[in-house]
């Protein structure tokens, strides 16, 4: 059974930093793509970066220059790196698990998600 579990969210005034982790279980992850994706109150869910099998990086233009994903595949976990943080980051930041379909990512597998505030 597919495990995601994320961690390292929490309060931060704007401009500062925060990295999240998610630690996946269950299975083999090197040869899936994996992702960030993030909901705020009253808003729908979001994709903001994902990391392909082999490397490749996507990330949604408002994060662009400001977040990075990694991915340590021996220790099966993905990372993201938030800079320079704004209030509109605020938001519950889930990892996920997924595929390209077409050259769309598509999510399987989700984590319970971790909070994200930023404070102006």
């Known amino acids: 059974q597919v495990q995601l579990v994320e961690s390292g969210g929490g309060l931060v005034q704007a401009g500062g930093s925060l990295r999240l982790s998610c630690a996946a279980s269950g299975s083999t992850f090197s040869s899936r793509a994996m992702g960030w994706s993030r909901q705020a109150p009253g808003k729908q869910r979001e994709l903001v970066a994902t990391i392909s099998s082999y490397g490749r990086l996507n990330y949604v233009e408002s994060v662009k220059g400001r977040f990075t994903i990694s991915r340590d595949n021996a220790q099966n976990t993905v990372y993201l790196q938030m800079n320079s943080l704004e209030p509109e980051d605020t938001a519950v930041y889930y990892c996920?698990?997924?595929?390209?379909?077409?050259?769309?990512?598509?999510?399987?597998?989700w984590g319970q998600g971790t909070q994200v505030t930023v404070s102006s």
């Open positions: 996920n698990v997924g595929y390209y379909q077409y050259y769309k990512y598509v999510p399987d597998y």
